[in-house]
């Protein structure tokens, strides 16, 4: 049985199938080269000159023969275009019902009161005037992704397709846990990358992980304890199964210890996965179907929160590009690799960097160098 898998960038998620043996056509909004070198993949924009949307990705879809479907970011906010997906296919992933619960806010910030799970406070279109003039709020859009069209909020009212979010001082993080709808297993905690100037990206912009989490060894058994419990609630009250990803910020809680915030669900495949696999030996692919089966691994993060440490960065481009040779970009640790003579505008995505270090502050720095040696490539072939 053929798999479509679907989403805006399907490049990880496909290398993933194909490791576990899995067979898989894609369609996304990229389309890039590497990729295209391991399945049968088709793109919005490379194929068709179509912007990304949703309904694009199922226009798409409708004219290719699969007999079960994965989706990816950001379909987790379009339950209706996953429903239309699914229809006389094995969905294997989150039910439409499912993503309407978990991705509602007020149902969420209700689940968190109910169940003590510490959150960033969260007001919805119309709750404005009960925002707290000494706190920093963001303003974020309720079908959120990636970190786009977050903002810092200037006092204007809400419309019904933005919230506030109480800022948090701590440490963006995320987590990556498999479930079949009544237990998970945590089988990743990363760092975030978020508006990293060495990396090209702008304000809140997700531009990367780095797994493990880096954290004093005292402390980092005691907030996975703290993840887990909050990955198992999540699971039972929502039904979660598959892959899902949780966004955190790691900061100061009411006892004074470092705790977990919740920021936001992801009920799919996240970027981070690939670290995990990267890392851990794992097939996320795989876990996912087992999952999907009932069937959950037999693994323990505590082991591993101690390093090596595994890394990935976006390269957005400073300035329009005119991608050069790309042959063997993939021997040289990067991914998502642009086709040569490809145009890229500036603050656009150009390729993701991987690296690896013993250390946090060695793999960042291999990180950076990965980056700087993509710069010198395609800054020399700018318009």
């Known amino acids: ?105 007020r149902t969420l910030r209700a689940f968190c009161r109910e169940e003590s799970l510490l959150c960033p406070t969260t007001l919805l279109s119309g709750e404005e005037p009960e925002a707290d003039p000494t706190v920093r709020w963001l303003r ?21 397709a933005h919230i506030l979010q109480a800022y948090v001082e701590g440490r963006p993080a995320s987590a990556a846990f498999v479930a079949d709808g009544q237990r998970c297993v945590v089988i990743g905690l990363t760092e975030q990358l978020i508006g990293r100037r060495e990396l090209g990206a ?83 692919f795989s876990l996912h179907l087992e999952a999907m089966a009932g069937r959950l691994p037999d693994f323990s993060l505590a082991q591993h929160l101690l390093g090596p440490y595994f890394g990935k960065g976006i390269v957005y481009a400073r300035q329009t590009v005119i991608v050069p040779e790309t042959e063997g970009w993939v021997e040289r640790g990067r991914r998502d690799v642009p086709f040569p003579g490809e145009r890229i505008e500036d603050g656009h995505p150009v390729c993701t960097v991987l690296a690896e270090g013993e250390t946090r502050e060695r793999c960042w720095n291999h990180l950076l160098a990965g980056v700087e040696a993509v710069r010198r490539e395609i800054e020399s072939h700018k318009l």
Request: glycine share 10%.
């Open 1 to 105: 049985m053929s798999i479509l898998v679907v989403g805006l960038s399907t490049r990880a998620i496909a290398e993933s199938a194909v490791r576990g043996g899995h067979r898989v056509v894609t369609v996304d909004f990229f389309g890039d080269r590497d990729q295209r070198a391991l399945v049968e993949n088709y793109a919005l924009l490379r194929d068709f000159a179509l912007p990304f949307s949703v309904e694009g990705l199922l226009l798409v879809s409708r004219h290719l023969d699969f007999g079960a479907v994965v989706y990816i970011s950001n379909l987790e906010n379009h339950p209706e275009v996953v429903e239309a997906l699914a229809r006389g296919r094995v969905l294997l992933g989150n039910a439409p019902a499912v993503l309407r619960r978990v991705r509602d806010w």
């Open 202 to 284: 702008r304000g809140f912009t997700w531009c990367g992980n780095i797994l493990p989490l880096a954290l004093p060894p005292d402390e980092g058994a005691a907030l996975l304890k703290d993840v887990e419990r909050m990955a198992a609630r999540l699971t039972r009250r929502f039904d979660l199964r598959g892959v899902n990803g949780m966004d955190l910020v790691v900061a100061k809680g009411p006892k004074g210890r470092l705790c977990p915030f919740l920021v936001e669900i992801n009920p799919r495949y996240t970027a981070s996965m690939e670290l995990v696999e990267w890392a851990y030996g794992l097939n996320v």
């Open 140 to 160: 974020k859009p309720v079908r959120s992704g990636g970190g786009h069209g977050i903002r810092p909020w200037t006092g204007k009212p809400l419309d019904e």
